[in-house]
């Protein structure tokens, strides 16, 4: 249990050096936002309701991915 915790702290350590590095963050932001894009453009052309909603879900969990630096970095205050 103790290792899975250090594992873990290892983890959040390796998240926050990237979320704070403005650089790849602007990046990885910029990236998210064309695979958005790509999935709006995606539903247009889908008539399949499962396929609509499975490309609504993939829209969802990329924007989640957007506050991935909030949620690192814990409140503020």
């Known amino acids: 249990m103790h290792q899975r915790q250090e594992s873990k702290?290892?983890?959040?350590?390796s998240?926050?050096?990237f979320v704070n590095n403005k650089v790849e963050w602007d990046a990885f932001n910029a990236e998210l936002d064309d695979m958005i894009n790509l999935a709006h453009k995606t539903i247009e052309g889908i008539s399949d309701t499962v396929e609509i909603y499975?490309?609504?879900?993939?829209?969802?969990?990329l924007k989640q991915l957007k506050y991935l630096r909030d949620k690192v970095n814990?409140?503020?205050?």
């Open 54 to 61: 499975r490309t609504q879900g993939s829209i969802r969990t």
């Open 15 to 17: 998240l926050k050096a």
């Open 9 to 13: 702290g290892l983890v959040v350590m």
């Open 74 to 77: 814990g409140p503020k205050g």
